[in-house]
């Protein structure tokens, strides 16, 4: 696909090579999947979680699913942490993710085992050249 | 074909350019480089129930049979009766090997006893070709015209809408039976066009030179697009078909299913004299089928797939998922599967394993979509 060469992302957010984003507040972050991972299953029709309240979850492990009419994939813990929340708004509304799955659309809130973890995700910049040698 | 081929060139159809113009996500399909999507599939899925669509299915294998016992051999390869046909009119039909199971489905074009033109799946064409090239030896003359036909599907409750504004021999279209099949002059291409269709709408599927495909397919967009007309990939067609309970070679059915088991009894002629698969077609059915293919709506929350288990309320192991999306227009999660005979009735409640998780699923009448009758 040739129509992901000048995408630009959030400068405030942090990013994964499974194309998530991730906000750090403190001990905590917000998870949700990027537009670019919007884009590739198009339209959104149901997110489910794995995982509840008070789950340890690891880095790299699966918290959920995310279907879309055609497909289906995996959510990845981009952290190690403990599930502080899980949006719950997606359950009626999964095509909140197509609307805004910068904002509205949060995923997962995770608390921090280390508060530094989020340092080591992708930069937007670096994102965006991950996003363009995956187009 | 012994060479080590290490990624087959992906082949592309007449309108690829204009695909990519049209912001088509392009995938590979049957070994051809086909949009997926252009907008979204829900998008065009209900341009197609509310306006129209228009589809590329220029990738379908086209095979012509001719000569004094073209209607007798093709009448042989499939399970329908071709020698019933009146000439202009079409049939939906299958053909099967010996052991009664599906090769491909197909639609057979009576042009006239000595002319017959079989239309079949990209993905069967190299097998049919095989099966009816083979067939025709000494009997009657056969030509493979796929790469130098194109087919271009309209379809949705506006598609007659559109020819209305494509010339006066199109706009005459409307009065064209269903499984009928006509030359004429659209927007000032030369086609064959027939009321046919993979979507449950009325429409018609066109057929013209590989050349004049893109001509036909701007100008009818263009013709539309007031009315709402979309160009619509191959994801909308799958969603639109299973709505209708139309077999998607492949997922439902295949050489490892019978037309008997698959619902498709309707399709097969078991009173015809003769025809490839008959006699184990009637065995089939004398014994009794131990499995059918039935539609059912996931009511537990998840997405049934193709190639998912289907498990009984005891968790056993009782069927597969052959096809499972969303539908778009029912508003529910719907598939297609095999169940044993004894768990068909409408309202039985099974498992759909989406994954490891166990989700409940109920058998429902089909289809799940039907359009209201035109007045």
Redesign the interface.
């Known amino acids: 696909m040739s129509d992901n060469s000048d995408k630009s992302f959030p400068t405030d957010l942090k990013y994964t090579k499974d194309h998530e984003w991730a906000k750090v507040t403190g001990s905590e972050m917000t998870v949700g999947i990027t537009s670019f991972a919007v884009e590739q299953l198009g339209d959104i029709t149901l997110v489910s979680f794995d995982v509840k309240v008070g789950d340890e979850i690891k880095a790299g492990k699966t918290f959920g699913t995310i279907e879309s009419v055609k497909t289906l994939s995996d959510l990845f813990a981009p952290v190690n942490g403990k599930v502080a929340a899980l949006n719950a708004d997606l359950d009626s509304k999964p095509e909140l993710v197509n609307e805004d799955c910068f904002g509205k659309a949060w995923m997962i809130k995770i608390t921090l085992d280390d508060t530094k973890a989020g340092d080591a995700l992708l930069d937007a910049p670096a994102y965006a050249a991950h996003v363009k040698a995956a187009g | 074909m012994s060479e080590s081929t290490p990624e087959a060139k992906l082949a592309r159809t007449s309108l690829y350019e204009d695909h990519v113009r049209l912001?088509g996500?392009?995938v590979p399909f049957a070994g051809y480089e086909m949009p997926?999507?252009y907008t979204?599939?829900?998008d065009e899925h209900k341009a197609v129930r509310t306006a129209a669509g228009l589809f590329d299915v220029s990738h379908m294998g086209e095979i012509e049979m001719t000569g004094e016992w073209a209607e007798s051999v093709v009448d042989y390869l499939v399970t329908g009766n071709v020698k019933a046909l009146q000439d202009g009119q079409a049939l939906y039909t299958c053909a099967c090997n010996k052991e009664g199971t599906i090769l491909d489905d197909l639609i057979v074009y009576k042009i006239s006893k000595e002319r017959i033109l079989i239309v079949c799946n990209a993905g069967n064409r190299d097998k049919i070709t095989k099966v009816f090239k083979s067939a025709a030896e000494n009997h009657c003359e056969y030509k493979d015209h796929s790469d130098e036909t194109a087919l271009i599907a309209l379809q949705g409750p506006k598609a007659f809408d559109v020819l209305a504004r494509a010339g006066k021999d199109a706009a005459d279209l409307v009065n064209l039976a269903s499984f009928h099949f006509r030359d004429v002059v659209i927007a000032n291409v030369k086609c064959t066009a027939a009321r046919t269709g993979y979507t449950a709408e009325d429409g018609v599927e066109i057929f013209c030179a590989w050349k004049d495909a893109p001509a036909l397919w701007n100008q009818l967009l263009e013709l539309g697009k007031d009315l709402g007309v979309l160009p619509c990939g191959l994801?909308a067609r799958?969603?639109l078909r299973l709505e209708g309970r139309l077999s998607l070679y492949g997922n439902d059915i295949d050489e490892t299913t019978n037309p008997l088991e698959a619902g498709l009894g309707w399709i097969v002629k078991l009173d015809k004299p003769d025809f490839v698969g008959k006699e184990a077609l009637v065995a089939i059915k004398a014994k009794g089928l131990t499995r059918k293919l039935v539609g059912f709506e996931v009511t537990g929350?998840?997405?049934a797939?193709h190639g998912y288990k289907l498990r009984d309320l005891q968790g056993t192991e009782v069927g597969l998922c052959t096809s499972g999306?969303?539908g778009?227009t029912v508003g529910k999660?719907i598939g297609l599967g095999y169940l044993p005979t004894a768990m068909c009735e409408v309202g039985t409640k099974f498992f759909c394993d989406c994954?490891g998780k166990n989700i409940e699923a109920v058998v429902v009448k089909t289809p799940f979509y039907k359009r209201a009758k035109a007045s």
Request: net charge positive; no cysteine.
């Open positions: 912001g996500r392009m997926v999507q979204g599939i829900v994801g799958d969603t929350k998840g997405i797939r999306s969303p778009p999660n994954r």
